[in-house]
């Protein structure tokens, strides 16, 4: 924990669009009266019919229900795109940048609206319509925004799974909100690989019973794919048989605009439901203000639209401010370590949003990467994802920002659908490390074990009292789960899974999942999932996987697991298994370490003491706490000593 203190930069004070005083006057009035702040703030988008209704919603137990602006009518697509050609049809929207330096590529808002329109035809002339769910398995390419946009036009609610999840992640996930069309590329490109999307997506469809009726294939590197006649098209052979008008399909409110499958602590990923106006209000506003987005300034959010900061902070919440947003499809480290700088230095990005993991792993290839390059565009630094250690965050805003760029450390999940705790940067005085204050309209808590709410300086479970705009509906298919897993362990508040601090100050330190979710390289994990994975495999009879602290991933995945009798541990097997989980799950989900135990920690009723792995995994072998409902305790000593001995 660090005690520095950055004030905000004179300059930033005066150009920013809220100074200290305006933060302070603005929240008071978002909590003291929400109906009247939202009823004002929603009219930042286009509605087609207003709202007369602004806020309708209940955390109560058993009934929780959340509606915002829910009488109104609009588009999704319309607001990012069409309210915005009369004035800036010929401005950038998206630059694209590729994996490839030499490959880029800029679109207008009019040229925006014309791809999107076409693919929503294309979509259109495979029976795709309103209510439909579209699922979307693209890499970092200029049709990944306009699928999105396109599927938002019609109203149809479009699943995104990144594209490095394996067939098997991508056909639980067709198979749960039941899509019966695909779009894909042929393979992506990351780093100067392939990645074989198509292939995968033909190897997820052989699992879903029934298959899908259309499969959509982008032509990214024109590597060879199979394609069955009748299902699969290329894009753009489809592309050309349509125009470039479209009607963008009226919305309620609270029709739903996508589903993102996100990591919990137990059982498969949910699919957290987004919907309409809510959502885009909220990730309208929090660009605006968070980012300090002013016309002209050139923004760059490093994330994959495969999860929720692509989707807010890529496509929605940008292009519905008109803004000029960068789309990278590459990856920090090639063809050099300077990449992002450069890019930055090509397209004069001013703000930047990355993840703390990618930061920590520029940061040890050293400052001269960055140092070779100007940089003199930037004006503001974002961070995302998982907890910003101290000395990241410093040399984020020494090296890379020259120490003229505040640093916005932004809090918030694939739930809450857009930041939630966030500095604004002309009005908050930053603190390495901490996320600091509340945005506008969010009641954080601090709770203790029991749900009483600790006031003043204080540390313990992260929830949020009442409702915002951008908040998930429900998670798809099984409202009962979404009432378990976030209002029923503090009735009538939302719990975030987060424990943190509060200071003297009344700034917020993110200390981490209290959850069985580990956060590895910024990407969300169920612990469960991999255990699955794990077992999953003939020789192993049990797994428990925790996550431990690492240098660069901020944790990792640390697999403790027994295998069959008779089966012998070995280096084989220990590299067999990583392959394993990487094909079940996708290469995030590769176990760090994997420890084979003759036994795992259980109380007398057989449920594994987790909390003893994970103080293992850390090395705290000192520290393992009350260990007196351990059915057999030898066990912990066979794990540390193997521990000791392997390091
Ligand atoms: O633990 C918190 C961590 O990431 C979790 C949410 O992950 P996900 O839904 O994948 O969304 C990531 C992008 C919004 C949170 O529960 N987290 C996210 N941002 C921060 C963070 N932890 C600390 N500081 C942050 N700025």
Request: with cysteine.
């Given at each position: 924990m660090?005690?520095?203190?950055?004030?905000?930069?004179?300059?930033?004070?005066?150009?920013?669009?809220?100074?200290?005083?305006?933060?302070?006057?603005?929240?008071?009035?978002?909590?003291?009266?929400?109906?009247?702040?939202?009823?004002?703030?929603?009219?930042?988008?286009?509605?087609?019919e207003?709202?007369?209704?602004?806020?309708?919603?209940?955390?109560?137990?058993?009934?929780?229900?959340?509606?915002?602006?829910?009488?109104?009518?609009?588009?999704?697509?319309?607001?990012?795109?069409?309210?915005?050609l009369?004035?800036?049809?010929?401005?950038?929207?998206?630059?694209?940048?590729?994996?490839?330096?030499?490959?880029?590529?800029?679109?207008?808002?009019?040229?925006?609206?014309?791809?999107?329109?076409?693919?929503?035809?294309v979509?259109?002339?495979?029976?795709?319509?309103?209510?439909?769910?579209?699922?979307?398995?693209?890499?970092?390419?200029?049709?990944?925004?306009?699928?999105?946009?396109?599927?938002?036009?019609?109203?149809?609610?479009?699943?995104?799974?990144?594209?490095?999840?394996?067939?098997?992640?991508?056909?639980?996930?067709?198979?749960?909100?039941?899509?019966?069309?695909?779009?894909?590329?042929?393979?992506?490109?990351r780093?100067?690989?392939?990645?074989?999307?198509?292939?995968?997506?033909?190897?997820?469809?052989?699992?879903?019973e029934?298959?899908?009726?259309?499969?959509?294939v982008?032509?990214?590197?024109?590597?060879?794919?199979?394609?069955?006649?009748?299902?699969?098209?290329?894009y753009?052979?489809?592309?050309?048989?349509?125009?470039?008008?479209?009607?963008?399909?009226?919305?309620n409110?609270?029709?739903?605009?996508?589903?993102?499958?996100?990591?919990?602590?137990?059982?498969?990923?949910?699919?957290?439901?987004?919907?309409?106006g809510g959502?885009?209000?909220?990730?309208?506003?929090?660009?605006?203000?968070?980012?300090?987005?002013?016309?002209?300034?050139?923004?760059?959010?490093?994330?994959?639209?495969?999860?929720?900061?692509?989707?807010s902070?890529?496509?929605?919440?940008?292009?519905?401010?008109?803004?000029?947003?960068?789309?990278?499809?590459?990856?920090p480290?090639?063809?050099t370590?300077?990449?992002?700088?450069?890019?930055?230095?090509?397209?004069?990005?001013?703000?930047?949003?990355?993840?703390?993991?990618?930061?920590?792993?520029?940061?040890?290839?050293?400052?001269?990467p960055?140092?070779?390059?100007?940089?003199?565009?930037?004006?503001?630094?974002?961070?995302?994802?998982?907890?910003i250690?101290?000395?990241?965050?410093?040399?984020?805003?020494?090296?890379?920002?020259?120490?003229?760029?505040?640093?916005?450390?932004?809090?918030?999940?694939?739930?809450?659908?857009?930041?939630?705790?966030?500095?604004?940067?002309?009005?908050?005085?930053?603190?390495p490390?901490?996320?600091?204050?509340?945005?506008?309209?969010?009641?954080?808590?601090?709770?203790?074990?029991?749900?009483?709410?600790?006031?003043?300086?204080?540390?313990g479970?992260?929830?949020?009292?009442?409702?915002?705009?951008?908040?998930?509906?429900?998670?798809?298919?099984?409202?009962?789960?979404?009432?378990?897993?976030?209002?029923?362990?503090?009735?009538?508040?939302y719990?975030?899974?987060?424990?943190?601090?509060?200071?003297?100050?009344?700034?917020?330190?993110?200390?981490?999942?209290?959850?069985?979710?580990?956060?590895?390289?910024?990407?969300?994990?169920?612990?469960?999932?991999?255990?699955?994975?794990?077992?999953?495999?003939?020789?192993v009879?049990?797994?428990?996987?925790?996550?431990?602290?690492?240098?660069?991933?901020?944790?990792?995945?640390?697999?403790?697991?027994?295998?069959?009798?008779?089966?012998?541990?070995?280096?084989?097997?220990?590299?067999?298994?990583?392959?394993?989980?990487?094909?079940?799950?996708?290469?995030?989900?590769?176990?760090?370490?994997?420890?084979?135990?003759?036994g795992l920690?259980?109380?007398?009723?057989?449920?594994?003491?987790?909390?003893?792995?994970?103080?293992?995994?850390?090395?705290?072998?000192?520290?393992?706490?009350?260990?007196?409902?351990?059915a057999?305790?030898?066990?912990?000593?066979?794990?540390?000593?193997?521990?000791?001995?392997?390091?």
């Amino acid at each position: 924990m660090s005690e520095k203190i950055y004030d905000v930069p004179t300059a930033w004070a005066q150009r920013a669009f809220l100074d200290d005083h305006g933060y302070r006057a603005k929240y008071e009035a978002s909590v003291h009266d929400p109906e009247a702040f939202w009823g004002e703030e929603g009219k930042r988008i286009d509605w087609f019919e207003p709202y007369t209704v602004v806020k309708n919603t209940s955390f109560a137990p058993g009934a929780v229900s959340i509606k915002w602006f829910e009488d109104g009518v609009t588009n999704v697509a319309w607001n990012c795109i069409d309210r915005h050609l009369e004035t800036r049809g010929d401005q950038v929207a998206i630059i694209w940048e590729g994996d490839d330096p030499s490959q880029s590529r800029k679109i207008t808002y009019q040229e925006l609206h014309d791809e999107v329109c076409r693919f929503a035809n294309v979509l259109r002339n495979r029976n795709v319509e309103k209510g439909d769910r579209v699922t979307i398995y693209l890499p970092m390419i200029p049709e990944a925004a306009f699928a999105m946009l396109a599927c938002a036009r019609l109203g149809a609610v479009h699943s995104i799974v990144f594209a490095g999840f394996s067939p098997d992640s991508l056909a639980s996930r067709i198979r749960d909100c039941d899509s019966k069309v695909i779009i894909t590329a042929d393979e992506g490109l990351r780093g100067g690989r392939k990645v074989p999307l198509k292939a995968n997506v033909d190897a997820a469809i052989a699992k879903v019973e029934g298959g899908v009726d259309h499969v959509i294939v982008v032509k990214r590197t024109g590597g060879a794919v199979e394609m069955e006649p009748g299902r699969d098209v290329w894009y753009h052979a489809a592309a050309d048989l349509v125009t470039s008008e479209c009607p963008a399909t009226p919305m309620n409110a609270e029709d739903p605009l996508f589903i993102l499958y996100t990591s919990g602590s137990t059982g498969t990923p949910k699919g957290v439901l987004h919907t309409t106006g809510g959502y885009l209000v909220y990730a309208a506003m929090t660009h605006q203000y968070v980012f300090d987005y002013h016309d002209g300034d050139i923004y760059w959010c490093t994330a994959d639209v495969g999860w929720v900061t692509g989707h807010s902070y890529i496509v929605y919440g940008p292009l519905a401010n008109g803004a000029t947003t960068l789309m990278f499809e590459g990856v920090p480290n090639y063809p050099t370590n300077s990449r992002f700088w450069e890019v930055i230095d090509k397209h004069q990005v001013n703000i930047f949003y990355t993840a703390p993991t990618a930061i920590r792993a520029l940061m040890q290839a050293g400052d001269e990467p960055v140092r070779k390059t100007s940089r003199a565009s930037l004006r503001l630094l974002g961070s995302v994802g998982e907890p910003i250690n101290p000395e990241a965050w410093e040399w984020y805003h020494r090296v890379v920002g020259d120490d003229r760029c505040p640093i916005v450390d932004t809090w918030w999940q694939t739930e809450t659908g857009g930041i939630l705790i966030t500095p604004l940067p002309g009005a908050t005085r930053l603190k390495p490390g901490s996320a600091t204050q509340p945005f506008f309209g969010i009641v954080p808590q601090v709770v203790d074990a029991e749900g009483k709410v600790l006031e003043g300086a204080s540390e313990g479970n992260l929830v949020i009292a009442d409702s915002w705009p951008g908040q998930m509906r429900t998670v798809y298919g099984d409202h009962e789960r979404f009432m378990q897993t976030y209002f029923s362990a503090y009735p009538n508040k939302y719990f975030t899974g987060d424990g943190c601090r509060r200071d003297d100050d009344g700034y917020y330190w993110i200390t981490g999942r209290v959850d069985d979710v580990i956060n590895v390289s910024g990407h969300r994990m169920g612990t469960a999932e991999v255990e699955s994975a794990l077992v999953a495999h003939p020789k192993v009879s049990e797994a428990a996987v925790v996550g431990y602290p690492h240098d660069i991933k901020g944790q990792g995945i640390y697999a403790y697991v027994t295998l069959m009798s008779g089966v012998e541990p070995s280096e084989e097997l220990r590299k067999e298994l990583v392959a394993w989980v990487r094909r079940e799950i996708g290469p995030i989900a590769s176990p760090d370490l994997v420890q084979f135990a003759p036994g795992l920690p259980k109380t007398r009723s057989g449920k594994i003491m987790r909390r003893i792995l994970r103080k293992i995994a850390e090395d705290e072998f000192g520290n393992l706490g009350d260990t007196s409902t351990l059915a057999d305790p030898g066990v912990v000593n066979d794990l540390i000593s193997q521990r000791q001995n392997k390091k």
